[in-house]
Structures are given as C-alpha cells and as structure tokens.
C-alpha cells in the first residue's frame, strides 16, 4: 500500500514538475548564429549619465582581441591545409576537400563580419 507523501517526487526524467502540462509544442530556444540575421553592434550597458564602466570596457576588449587571435589562427590553419588539399593526387577526394574549405572560408568571413561589431 502506497503512503501519499506531502512532497511529489520531480519528474527528473522530463525535468518537469508534476502536475505541470507537458509543452510539447514549445519552441526550442537554440544559440545557432543565424547566417541571414542583421549585423548589430554589441550593446554595452553603461551607467546612466557617467560613461562606460571601465571594467567592463577592458573585459570587452580583451573579448574582442581573443576573438581577433582565434579567427587569425583558423585563417592560418585554413591556408595550411589548403596548400596540403593541393598536392593530393585522387582528385574526388581533393574535390570533397576543397568543397569542405570553400565552407570554412565563408565561415571564416562570417565570423569575421560579426567580430567587427562588437
């Protein structure tokens, strides 16, 4: 015989509570760089009437900077492996590469549009 307890066990499985309806219409929120979407720059809070926060501005930097090392090096990485696609002689192969790096190049290009806003 079951004892009803004062506290329903979570339902850990749908990570839901009981008793609540399941949405299971409910959009997924995604963090998906949407390649279409409109290039704004980054919004910086400030305070009100006394400029930007100085804290706030270096960590916004050195961001900006660490993204700027990161493209640098997959630009690198990108023309390394672009001079190695070259000398490989079965050419589908060397096709399926290429086709592979014209993506990365147009990756590369959008990271590039989005880091110069912020």
């Known amino acids: ?3 009803p307890s004062r506290f329903e066990m979570l339902n850990v499985v749908e990570f839901r509570r009981p008793g609540t309806p399941k ?3 409910e959009p997924i929120q995604t963090m998906a760089i949407k390649r279409d979407a409109p290039l704004t720059p980054f919004a910086m809070p400030c305070d009100c009437g006394r400029g930007a926060n100085p804290q706030l501005e270096a960590t916004r930097a050195q961001a900006k900077l660490t993204i700027e090392r990161a493209i640098a090096t997959l630009e690198q990485n990108h023309r390394q492996l672009r001079g190695a696609v070259q000398m490989i002689t079965d050419a589908s192969a ?3 590469l290429e ?3 014209n993506l990365i190049e147009r ?3 959008l990271a590039k549009r ?4 912020l």
Do not use: C
Not at 114 to 117: A, E, L, V
């Open 1 to 3: 015989m079951d004892i």
């Open 23 to 25: 949405g299971g219409n």
């Open 94 to 96: 060397r096709a399926r």
């Open 99 to 101: 086709t592979d790096l």
């Open 107 to 109: 990756e590369l290009a």
């Open 114 to 117: 989005k880091s110069s806003t």
